[in-house]
């Protein structure tokens, strides 16, 4: 059915016609692009799909902390003792606020269905009673379904992103020097993830949104009080969440944010001015199929002092 090729984030997954099943990949250098992220997984309708092993860099800026290193597994909210449970013993032991957390996936598969402006109201409201330091509420939503808007922001911010993969792909001197220092000074932009998702972008013909009918920008005011980023995150977290109780996907884009930095013209179209800046946008829509399947994830590092 193609569901997982077509959601996977990155460039890895590829679909064989001739066989009619997926393989992996990679491109220019790296011998895959798989980001652990089993989104394959969540989406296949028939479980036929396994994915072992973790993301891990072994060495450089970027090296995964020994910490972090470890088995891959689904939920254990309840302990050691779920390891060998199947999710469907374990969800009938578990909140309903539990089974959202753990079955809300990043839908990158969305039907052409306008989602209804009231739908959008219920889901912002969730996010205006998170949490915020000093009931400040800094957060201002830009709710964008016009056609036009969400296609150039793509364009325009896919062109740029594609020469931060081509500087990145490169085999020159010059080129690994120009990542190393712009690590230093972007060290959350250069990470080696994101730029197999680029290459994604580019198959898509630029569409960093997906093709949702709705793009939601989240926007934190600068005079906030604290960590104004933190308190937009909290409620954004909010909203997703409301979304998939109520049916609809949701994907955290983050390229538009780094890309806006340098496409500064870009804030005109989306009605971003002082004090508020862009701190991520979200994709928002009815999902293509039962999109929710829980996955595994890499182990937390947690430190106990009693």
Same mark, same amino acid.
């Given at each position: ?8 984030? %990155? ?7 001739e066989k009619?099943?997926?393989y992996a $990949? /990679? ?15 969540a989406?296949?309708? %028939? ?16 090296? %995964?902390?020994?910490?972090?290193? /470890?088995?891959m597994?689904g939920?254990?909210?309840?302990g ?8 469907g013993d ?5 909140t309903?606020?539990?089974?959202? &957390?753990? #079955?809300r #996936? ?7 269905k306008p989602v209804p402006?009231e739908?959008?109201?219920r889901i912002?409201?969730?996010a205006r ?12 939503f830009?709710?964008? %379904?016009?056609r036009? *808007?969400i296609d150039k922001?793509?364009?325009q911010c896919?062109?740029?992103l594609?020469?931060?993969k081509?500087?990145?792909a490169?085999?020159?001197k010059?080129?690994d020097i +120009?990542?190393?220092?712009s690590?230093?000074?972007m060290?959350? !932009? ?6 197999a998702?680029i290459?994604k *972008? ?8 997906w093709?949702?009918? *709705?793009?939601?920008?989240v926007?934190?005011? $600068?005079?906030? &009080? ?6 937009? /995150?909290?409620?954004t977290?909010n909203?997703v969440? +409301?979304?998939?109780s109520? =049916?609809? =996907?949701?994907?955290? &884009? =983050?390229?538009?944010?780094? +890309?806006i930095?340098?496409?500064p013209w870009?804030?005109?179209?989306l009605?971003? !001015? ?12 009815y999902?293509?199929g ?5 996955v ?5 590092? *947690?430190?106990? &002092?009693?």
């Amino acid at each position: 059915c193609k569901l997982c090729a077509d959601s996977c984030p %990155t460039s890895c997954l590829q679909w064989d016609e001739e066989k009619r099943m997926p393989y992996a $990949t /990679g491109f220019k250098g790296m011998d895959l692009a798989c980001i652990a992220c089993n989104n394959c997984e969540a989406v296949c309708p %028939t479980k036929a799909i396994r994915m072992r092993g973790e993301y891990r860099v072994l060495y450089g800026r970027y090296k %995964t902390p020994d910490d972090k290193v /470890g088995e891959m597994r689904g939920p254990m909210p309840f302990g050691e003792k779920d390891i060998e449970r199947d999710f469907g013993d374990i969800e009938k032991e578990l909140t309903e606020v539990e089974r959202v &957390i753990y #079955r809300r #996936r990043s839908i990158r598969l969305f039907r052409k269905k306008p989602v209804p402006k009231e739908l959008i109201d219920r889901i912002i409201e969730a996010a205006r009673f998170a949490p915020s330091s000093g009931n400040g509420q800094p957060c201002k939503f830009v709710v964008v %379904t016009n056609r036009d *808007v969400i296609d150039k922001v793509d364009r325009q911010c896919a062109k740029l992103l594609d020469m931060i993969k081509w500087m990145y792909a490169g085999k020159d001197k010059w080129r690994d020097i +120009a990542i190393t220092l712009s690590s230093y000074f972007m060290v959350n !932009e250069m990470d080696q993830r994101p730029i197999a998702a680029i290459e994604k *972008v580019k198959q898509l013909a630029g569409s960093i949104t997906w093709g949702a009918p *709705v793009v939601i920008h989240v926007l934190a005011d $600068t005079r906030g &009080i604290a960590n104004p980023p933190l308190d937009t /995150g909290i409620a954004t977290q909010n909203l997703v969440l +409301a979304a998939h109780s109520l =049916g609809l =996907g949701t994907c955290y &884009i =983050g390229f538009i944010a780094s +890309a806006i930095k340098f496409l500064p013209w870009l804030k005109k179209d989306l009605h971003i !001015e002082y004090p508020y800046e862009l701190v991520t946008s979200i994709s928002v829509g009815y999902p293509r199929g039962k999109l929710d399947n829980p996955v595994a994830r890499g182990p937390v590092p *947690v430190e106990w &002092i009693e």
